[in-house]
């Protein structure tokens, strides 16, 4: 039986073999890396290895690539991954303050993710809900006009849903 | 029975109000009632109405309904739909220029295309349907240009219209068209930058996900005048729907033969891919975009050579903004001498800013050039809520400046902008108010580009980060004499040695705010106080007269700093005190008094 490791190593592998044969194939690169993350939630050493051999690009040169662009994960996400808005707009509107609850809260600083790997959580840069300033999102869903005792209150409905 | 066509929008602040709740509510009203196929539902990203959100807009008619809840929904079904009478009380009746809008199109075309111009499709087309955008002049534009126009006619027409680049740097179009035209062929790339980089702004996004194929048209007929087959759109992988919608157009232009070979019997042939960006800022600039595409890491490089002579993959390069190529086709089809009509001396034609921060109406505004500051914020934006003063107008985002009150009737145009000593940029433009401290946004903008610059050069990487050091003392309450000056020659120094434009401008906000906000900095080193109330270690807490000796305070004090008895005036231990705030917040009656 193939575990679903095995089914995202082929779905890369495949991803990146029907890629326009053209001479700048190397371009396609952070496309590779888009699907892997899309796959695997990250891009793992190993995931690394893998486009380094199917592309003939040298791992260290990936590596290069993974690590200068923020949207790429290295290691595992939560299963909450809370991104904090600290665009100018949010900024002026206290965004700040709402970063700082998370972290008392969850105990993690941004970047990290919780020990029971519930929670994962970023900084970003204007999710375009400006109107509801202060913004997170949370996976896909948007909640607006944070405060500290909201975060409070988002924390504890997320832990419950998770038991 | 009439035909309606709802549009909702579902730009991320109407989805946060829970706008597709709102759809499955009205589809399943619409189903009931069997008026299904009367009635079509468009989805669109952000209209850029975003306070009033959610809202609905019900065509033909323009009915905008704003803060729609779910009860409402029956109600415009039966009476809007069912019944042909809009409701007067849910529509929006200000006459805020978004709203206007709508209503001038219907009617008078003319004055409507004044104001938008980039953004004339967005929320009245369905952006998922080619047949809307051609049932609106889509394509005629690129009809007209390859079957009545020389690519050197094109070039003469966007250089006559006096486009700039609206990606930032205002570039004139029309030249760098031309530069690119002259090189040599046959491989040249037309890449439309949609990287949307400064940290408050999504115009580049609304205008994708409102009206993608504009941006295709534009791109299609750059790629004829300088002599290219091939296109690119750089996107951030941040906006998955933007690249949703871009992929279905491309899809749809193909089918159309629109795109691919032999682009409608003629013999030219142009195709556009997209690339996704992957959160890096400095990858808006266009040779670290390049590097991007190429699937490098995205640092700049020295120009020259420019893009128009040795771009992506060495070849000639012609890269234009997402607001720049969505200004072609109108361009072609009004022609150059009906758009530098609009506009001042050296700005042609209209910019779109997205209005946010202490301000009533949030959202997209697309105005003529020289339109004034104050125009923006006050006649279209609403002013400040809750009675606050106006402290500051931010533009160009981390690039740009603050500027004060008293520059709120600078016109927006790349020079005037500029000698204010802020930039046009790509359009973010953010109020403040009284409780924003100056000299915390400089940091806060300074933290942003230290943060994302990429390395490469000494002047951008270290001196960033110094500039930084000296704020954080500032804010800190640790600032020393001369520390003003010593931002000033080092943010000097910045501007002029660093590689790109992004060390080139990252000390912009500091050095306007000392410029226009000099006294706050004084203020914060001198007197270690924060006007604003932000610097949190600057602020002092003391209980006031109004204390009744209740005890809240007392209890939420994390360090015990308060004492007092009941029903008595508490006192807080200035030494003990860490100054969280905790207090100031809890206190019911006011009797904390923070400066
Ligand atoms: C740090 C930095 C970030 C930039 N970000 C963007 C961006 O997000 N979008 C954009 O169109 N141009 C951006 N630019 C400007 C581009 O380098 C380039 O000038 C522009 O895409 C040219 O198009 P235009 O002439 O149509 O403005 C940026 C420049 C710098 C220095
Ligand atoms: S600044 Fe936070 S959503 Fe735009």
């Given at each position: 039986?193939?575990?679903t ?9 495949e991803?990146?073999n ?5 001479p ?14 899309e ?31 923020h949207?790429?994960r ?6 909450y ?23 008392d ?6 970047g ?9 959580l ?32 988002i ?9 | 029975?009439?035909e309606?066509?709802i ?15 709102l759809?499955?509510?009205?589809l ?11 009635v ?10 975003c306070?009033?959100?959610p809202f ?9 309904y ?20 809009p ?8 006459d805020h ?32 349907n ?6 609106l002049r ?35 179009t029309?030249l ?10 046959p ?5 439309c930058n ?30 004829y005048a ?64 390049i ?13 020259p ?21 969505a ?29 946010a921060?202490?301000?009533?109406n ?5 105005v ?16 400040i ?6 402290t ?52 806060f ?24 050091e ?17 931002l000033e ?32 900095y ?5 007197q ?7 610097c949190?270690?600057l602020?002092t807490?003391?209980?006031?007269d109004?204390?009744v ?6 209890k939420?004090c ?12 508490h006192?807080?231990?200035q ?21």
């Amino acid at each position: 039986m193939q575990t679903t490791t095995d089914q995202n190593r082929q779905q890369l592998i495949e991803y990146i073999n029907q890629l326009p044969d053209r001479p700048y194939r190397d371009s396609y690169l952070i496309a590779v890396l888009h699907k892997a993350q899309e796959l695997y939630g990250y891009v793992s050493r190993d995931a690394m290895d893998l486009i380094s051999s199917q592309m003939q690009i040298p791992t260290a040169h990936i590596w290069g690539v993974v690590t200068f662009y923020h949207y790429f994960r290295t290691q595992p996400p939560g299963r909450y991954q809370i991104s904090v808005c600290l665009g100018t707009a949010c900024y002026v509107k206290g965004a700040a303050e709402v970063l700082q609850a998370f972290k008392d809260r969850l105990g993690v600083e941004a970047g990290q993710i919780t020990e029971d790997g519930l929670f994962s959580l970023l900084e970003a840069r204007c999710l375009g809900a400006c109107g509801l300033a202060p913004v997170c999102m949370i996976n896909d869903k948007v909640y607006g006009q944070l405060n500290p005792d909201k975060v409070g209150r988002i924390i504890n409905d997320l832990r419950k849903a998770a038991r | 029975m009439m035909e309606y066509a709802i549009t909702i929008c579902e730009g991320p602040t109407c989805i946060g109000r829970h706008a597709d709740r709102l759809r499955a509510i009205l589809l399943e009203e619409l189903a009931k009632r069997g008026l299904k196929d009367h009635v079509r539902i468009n989805i669109s990203g952000c209209l850029g109405m975003c306070h009033k959100g959610p809202f609905l807009v019900v065509n033909p008619g323009y009915t905008i309904y704003g803060g729609v809840t779910e009860s409402d929904i029956p109600v415009i079904v039966e009476e809007h739909i069912v019944k042909d009478r809009p409701i007067a009380r849910l529509a929006v009746q200000e006459d805020h220029l978004f709203n206007r809008f709508y209503r001038i199109f219907g009617d008078v075309g003319f004055f409507g295309k004044q104001m938008r111009i980039t953004l004339r499709n967005c929320g009245i087309i369905d952006p998922e349907n080619i047949d809307d955008y051609l049932a609106l002049r889509g394509y005629e534009a690129l009809a007209k240009v390859l079957t009545e126009m020389t690519p050197q006619q094109v070039i003469a027409e966007v250089k006559q219209s006096g486009l700039r680049g609206r990606g930032g740097a205002g570039f004139p179009t029309g030249l760098k068209w031309e530069l690119t035209a002259k090189q040599p062929g046959p491989e040249k790339y037309v890449i439309c930058n949609a990287d949307e980089g400064d940290p408050g702004a999504f115009m580049d996004r609304s205008a994708i996900e409102g009206d993608p194929h504009t941006i295709l048209e534009g791109m299609i007929i750059g790629g004829y005048a300088i002599g290219s087959n091939h296109g690119i759109v750089y996107i951030r992988a941040e906006y998955p729907l933007a690249v949703r919608r871009l992929e279905i157009a491309i899809q749809q232009a193909r089918q159309h033969n629109l795109l691919g070979k032999g682009i409608l019997g003629t013999n030219f042939d142009f195709d556009i891919e997209i690339r996704l960006g992957a959160g890096a800022f400095v990858c808006g600039e266009e040779t670290a975009l390049i590097q991007s595409i190429e699937g490098a890491r995205g640092m700049p490089r020295p120009r020259p050579p420019f893009p128009a002579t040795s771009g992506l993959f060495g070849k000639p390069t012609l890269i234009n903004n997402v607001e720049t190529w969505a200004n072609i086709p109108v361009i072609i089809l009004e022609g150059a001498k009906w758009f530098s009509s609009i506009g001042t001396e050296t700005s042609k034609g209209t910019k779109v800013f997205a209005l946010a921060g202490c301000v009533v109406n949030t959202g997209l505004v697309e105005v003529p050039m020289g339109t004034t500051i104050r125009q923006v914020v006050y006649d279209i934006g609403g002013g400040i809520p809750g009675g606050k003063r106006l402290t500051a107008v931010q533009t160009g985002g981390p690039s740009g400046g603050c500027l004060p009150e008293s520059y709120l009737d600078t016109p927006v145009d790349y020079e005037s902008l500029a000698k204010a000593g802020s930039i046009m940029g790509s359009g973010g433009m953010i109020v403040m108010d009284e409780t924003a401290c100056m000299v915390d946004v400089a940091r806060f903008f300074l933290e942003f580009t230290q943060s994302e610059s990429c390395g490469k050069c000494t002047p951008c990487r270290e001196g960033t980060k110094r500039m930084l050091e000296i704020l954080e003392r500032i804010v800190q309450g640790k600032g020393r004499p001369g520390d003003i000056e010593r931002l000033e020659r080092l943010g000097n120094m910045i501007k002029k040695a660093s590689l790109c434009g992004l060390g080139q401008s990252a000390p912009n906000p500091v050095l306007s705010t000392i410029r226009h906000f000099r006294d706050e900095y004084q203020q914060h080193i001198e007197q270690k106080r924060c006007p604003a109330g932000v610097c949190k270690a600057l602020l002092t807490y003391t209980i006031t007269d109004a204390c009744v000796g209740c005890g809240a305070c007392k209890k939420v004090c994390p360090v015990g700093a308060i004492s007092g008895t009941k029903k008595e005036k508490h006192v807080i231990d200035q030494a003990k005190c860490i100054r969280c705030g905790q207090c100031y917040t809890t206190c019911k009656f006011n009797a904390i008094s923070r400066s």
